[in-house]
């Protein structure tokens, strides 16, 4: 497995961590109940969860496919392919945040309060992330 | 990737053998891209620009159309 496909794989993994932690809050009595502050501030801790997840992710990975291949796992310098790669993925998580994005909109013009409606756009992001990272792992690996 | 795709093969392998075994990683170099995208080229995941495809016939010394074949599909062959 290359750099950029276990960069791929921890922040997939990282994704879908959030996404079933948020999940789990979610369902748990109250999860709903408090204010939008607490739920952006909650919502923020997340979002650090997620980029301390993946610089510390990254190094643990490579630590380990280093040691298991028995050479250092280096990253590449970019070229058309990781490009093309990037840009389908983008587009792909750009369609699943978008459907969020629309998913909020529908949530308010339904009448739902600001708490859960921020959850929907949170996880349509969190969702169009996993999309992002799923698409580029399968794009590297199958084509 | 790409629609099509599977209609371009290519002689990378046996270029690659004729010119001494030369590795993936040094035609890479010589293309201007990856190992990875080498890779993908010859398993035929991936269909390479114009310039790569150059790039990669200029390496072995041949003309692009040695190293690479497209065939077209039935109902186009047709036409």
């Known amino acids: 497995m290359t750099f950029k496909e276990l960069n791929a794989v921890v922040s997939l ?10 999940a789990n809050d979610l ?28 610089i510390v992710g990254m190094i643990l990975a490579v630590i380990l496919a ?7 796992v280096k990253d590449e310098a970019t070229d058309e392919r990781d490009r093309l790669v990037s840009a389908k993925a983008l587009g792909n998580g750009y369609l699943v945040a978008s459907i969020g994005m629309l998913g909020t909109l ?12 921020i ?23 199958i084509g | 990737m790409g629609k099509g795709q599977s209609s371009i093969t290519n002689t990378i ?14 035609l890479a170099e010589k293309a201007g891209v990856t190992r990875q995208t080498i890779v993908a080229i010859e398993q035929g995941r991936y269909s390479p620009s114009l310039e790569v495809a150059f790039r990669i016939a200029h390496a072995f010394g041949v003309p692009v159309t040695e190293v690479f074949q497209w065939t077209p599909d039935r109902g186009e062959a047709d036409q």
């Not at chain 1, 909650?42 to 301390?52: A, C, E, T």
Request: charged content about 15%; overall charge neutral.
């Open chain 1, 27 to 54: 369902m748990a009595a109250g999860g709903l109940e408090a204010g939008v502050s607490a739920a952006a501030v909650k919502l923020l801790w997340v979002i650090g969860f997620l980029v301390i997840f993946n």
């Open chain 2, 13 to 26: 392998r046996v270029l690659r053998f004729n010119a001494g075994e030369m590795t993936q990683a040094a």
């Open chain 1, 119 to 141: 959850h929907v756009l949170f996880g349509g992001a969190l969702l169009a992330g996993a999309i992002e990272a799923g698409s580029r792992l399968v794009y590297y690996r």
């Open chain 1, 13 to 22: 993994l990282g994704s879908i961590i959030a996404g079933i932690w948020l």
């Open chain 1, 66 to 72: 280093s040691i298991l291949r028995g050479e250092e």
């Open chain 1, 106 to 117: 529908v949530a308010f013009a339904m009448g739902w309060e600001a708490t859960p409606a």
